[in-house]
């Protein structure tokens, strides 16, 4: 075959056809995930700690803790990011610590209220809301169902299979976009 560029076009085999829509279906979920994993920057470590602490004063390994469960066990924080974190907290002026049980105990200050109230709504664990009215949810699931079954064919169907799923996701995807070209 022959391209509008002039140049040799080979379509692809049904077994690229499916891994190229198994890595489109991973992209996909990732954009409806929340992502939490073992490994989070500065700033989810800050949030995470501004919103524990505005329920009540803790020390370092509760904040761990906490963390873990409410993630999960998706997300348990090092001490390395956790301590060095309450002592930037610190520094700023929206942490004090007090040592009650030979634990250093930390409280936010007054100045910290605000963005711990802000840091408690972007928090790992927080929910996150459907963006317009909820239909990101049904969409997404739609999404997660038909990707099961991409990877159902991909694994058990014969290439005459996998070749007829690709033509009916190649249909759907044009469909799809004419949905958003008619609004």
């Not at 699931?141 to 169907?157: E, I, M, P, Y």
């Amino acid at each position: 075959m022959t391209g509008t560029s002039g140049k040799s076009f080979t379509p692809p085999t049904a077994g690229e056809a499916m891994d190229a829509m198994w890595d489109a279906f991973d992209q996909l979920r990732s954009g409806f995930e929340k992502k939490v994993g073992s490994r989070m920057g500065r700033g989810d470590v800050r949030a995470a700690v501004l919103a524990l602490l505005a329920e009540e004063p803790m020390h370092g390994y509760q904040i761990i803790r906490q963390i873990e469960e409410r993630t999960g066990g998706r997300w348990k924080p090092s001490a390395g990011s956790v301590y060095p974190t309450l002592q930037l907290l610190a520094d700023e002026g929206l942490v004090t610590a007090e040592m009650a049980n030979d634990r250093k105990v930390y409280s936010l200050t007054e100045a910290a209220k605000d963005e711990a109230a802000a840091a408690a709504k972007d928090a790992p664990w927080a929910p996150t809301e459907p963006k317009e009215g909820g239909r990101v949810g049904p969409l997404s699931k739609a999404g997660f169902d038909l990707a099961q079954a991409v990877a159902q064919v991909g694994r058990s169907g014969s290439p005459a299979q996998q070749e007829q799923a690709v033509e009916v996701l190649d249909q759907a995807r044009r469909k799809i976009y004419s949905i958003l070209a008619e609004g």
